[in-house]
């Protein structure tokens, strides 16, 4: 395994994130309360090594961004996509253990009130963590 590597790794455990978020959403709103526990257990799993993925990314490469290679109109695209994935990332570290911890304390009026929020967003940063994947990696490489 190489430091090339890690980024589709991380790619991979967004989109399974997503698939899980997809499923946890599913199965609570059809009533199924221990599927619904057990997708989004492994959710926040996926999530948690995925960060420990990117940060050890982060850390191998120096800090050095990846360039994007696209120009015009998909340029200005993917820059609002990028900014509002990174906000909303670092929403998503205190919100999700926030959420999950009122699951776990049995709490499930306040979870279900902060899953509102939560779910969105957390949705969101998984489905364009993906899409920043393939911008800079596979559909506008810098440099291609």
Known sequence: MSINDIPPINATLNGLA?????LGFFFIKSGNRAAHRKCMISA???SAVFLVGYVSH???????????????I??????????????L???????????????????YDRHRAWARWTFPIWYYVSVTGVLVYFF?????????
Not at 18 to 22: A, I
Not at 64 to 69: D, K, V
Not at 76 to 85: C, E, K, N, P
């Open 58 to 72: 982060k850390i191998l490469v120096k800090g050095m961004h990846t360039p994007f290679g696209g120009e015009g």
């Open 89 to 107: 990332a670092i929403a998503i570290a205190y919100l999700v253990p926030r959420t999950f911890l009122l699951a776990i304390k049995g709490d």
């Open 136 to 144: 800079i990696y596979q559909w506008w490489p810098a440099g291609a």
């Open 44 to 46: 926040v799993t996926v």
């Open 74 to 87: 998909i340029s200005t695209f993917y820059y609002t996509m990028l900014i509002s994935h990174i906000i």
């Open 18 to 22: 997503t698939v899980l978020l997809s």
